[in-house]
């Protein structure tokens, strides 16, 4: 994104996001295929839908999918927890552009009864319907596409159709032991060897129902998500379904301090958050974990790699001449190459690397500060007390 689109409308940064997904082009003897309203081969959407995912389970199944369905359903489900860390602001807003891109309708579904289930917000449903107001606004204003995205409140939608949605909770937990369920504790932020409420052991189960109750083709979560999505699958062996949903699971990006290896709301210092402003951006990358020539387990290299790189399409390290001068780095594998050996020193990455992340957050900022009804919302979530 430019300096100049730094500044720009929600609807103006979505078209400047989807600009950035492109895909190679095709091999020659997908010319023929009948066209698809996207304008793209399948091999070209196969492989910008493949590219969301750390894991596909499965790839076959992927191609299959897109090839037959002309209406191909993703999902992804969030809690309403508190402020939104920038793994969960643009890389989601990366990987729906994708898909919606190669013609999938992407369903979002606010789990306001599952925080209020996992105790985030204290319980409190008025202020968990509030924090998923304010993540609705971040994602329009970062550059997500909304012309084919939905997003759905859980409690509205259960209660509308109860009897559909309680049947299949009530089947899925008689087919599973309640050893496979707490197995699935992962899926909360929490550890099979917690004590956990009786609402977090329905959790599993309601989670595994949704993706039945939305009609989702795929299920596009995190790493963190992938055991309740495995039980969707054997629920489908369970009850002789042959089409399963295909799990497009994405990485779990690490927090900014040592040691960290997920981002946490409930630590300010790990993650940054999209609208956090240009200094306490820059304070923290500067603190941030960065071992010269050291790239496993640095989170600096992580933000370049997987929010940097697909967002820009380059990264562009500015340095004095007698320090190694002006470079643009437009793979991963070379910018790793050349911190690894020394050639790019970690004040240079961090430098960058701020630069960068305050270009994508502006717009953001602008929306929360000109926008009433935006700016209203973030100062209530800031006063919320962030609960485990």
């Given amino acids: 994104?430019?300096?100049a689109a730094a500044s720009a409308t929600p609807a103006a940064a979505a078209e400047e996001l989807q600009s950035k997904l492109n895909v190679d082009a095709a091999p020659a003897e997908a010319a023929a295929e009948p066209p698809h309203p996207s304008g793209m081969t399948l091999d070209e959407r196969y492989k910008l839908a493949r590219s969301v995912g750390e894991e596909c389970i499965n790839e076959e199944e992927l191609r299959a999918l897109l090839a037959k369905k002309p209406n191909v359903v993703a999902y992804d489900g969030f809690e309403p927890s508190g402020r939104m860390h920038i793994a969960q602001g643009v890389?989601?807003?990366?990987?729906?552009?994708?898909?919606?891109?190669v013609g999938c309708t992407f369903k979002f579904w606010v789990a306001d009864w599952f925080a209020q289930l996992n105790n985030k917000m204290g319980?409190?449903?008025?202020?968990?319907?509030?924090v998923g107001k304010y993540m609705v606004e971040v994602w329009k204003a970062v550059g997500m596409d909304l012309s084919k995205v939905e997003f759905l409140s859980s409690s509205e939608e259960i209660n509308k159709?109860?009897?559909?949605?309680w049947t299949l909770?009530?089947?899925?937990?008689?087919?599973?032991n309640l050893k496979r369920i707490v197995r699935c504790s992962q899926i909360m932020g929490r550890t099979e060897t917690e004590e956990l409420s009786a609402a977090q052991i329905f959790y599993p189960c309601m989670q595994c129902a949704d993706i039945?109750?939305?009609?989702a083709d795929i299920c596009q979560l995190g790493m963190d998500q992938r055991k309740v999505n495995m039980l969707a699958r054997e629920y489908c062996d369970d009850i002789k379904r042959k089409l399963k949903p295909i799990i497009l699971s994405h990485r779990m990006m690490p927090g900014l301090l040592e040691g960290q290896e997920k981002m946490s709301k409930s630590d300010p210092n790990s993650a940054i958050f999209?609208?956090?402003t240009e200094a306490e951006v820059n304070t923290k990358i500067k603190k941030a974990y960065c071992p010269p020539k050291v790239t496993a387990g640095n989170p600096?290299?992580?933000?370049?790699k997987y929010i940097v790189l697909p967002w820009f399409g380059h990264f562009q390290v500015s340095r004095p001449a007698d320090n190694g001068g002006d470079k643009r780095y437009e793979d991963a594998e070379e910018l790793a190459a050349d911190y690894e050996s020394g050639a790019l020193h970690p004040g240079d990455l961090k430098a960058a690397l701020s630069r960068h992340l305050n270009q994508i957050l502006q717009p953001v900022r602008d929306h929360f500060e000109n926008n009433a009804e935006a700016k209203e919302l973030l100062k209530k979530v800031k006063s919320y007390k962030v609960t485990k």
């Fill in 300 to 304: 600096c290299i992580e933000y370049v």
């Fill in 212 to 215: 039945f109750f939305l009609k």
């Fill in 123 to 130: 319980g409190d449903l008025k202020k968990i319907q509030t």
């Fill in 169 to 176: 909770v009530m089947d899925i937990a008689r087919k599973n």
């Fill in 1 to 3: 994104m430019s300096d």
């Fill in 91 to 101: 890389m989601k807003a990366i990987n729906v552009n994708k898909l919606t891109k």
């Fill in 274 to 276: 999209m609208e956090d």
């Fill in 161 to 165: 159709r109860p009897d559909e949605y």
